[in-house]
């Protein structure tokens, strides 16, 4: 079992930045990617961005440029640095682990999601 908790919404003015944490705790060393949704209201919830374990970070195209997506492996914490916010931002963000486990003969994939924290980007 991995356990997720975010960290660092709140409310930000348009062109504001705020940063997101999320850590882990549990069985971290199943983990090979994490990465971070939003929701908005009335939509669908959307990836913002990823990072599988020693690889590149990905993100969606209207993030591009203005998130960053980081990772602290001593803390086993994952951040979502966001710049240069837009109305259309708001959302609720979660943070999400894809975890493989083997058992006996038997590969298990698993997803674990945060609690999601509200980020609302308002004048």
Known sequence: QVQLVESGGGLMQPGGSLRLS?????SVFTITAMGWYRQAPWKQRELVGSIPRGGNTNYTDSVKGRFTISEDNAKNTLYLQMNSLKPEDTAVYYCTAHAVMNV????IDLDYWGQGTQVTVSS
């Open 104 to 107: 006996g003969d038997t590969t």
């Open 22 to 26: 999320c850590a882990a705790s549990g």
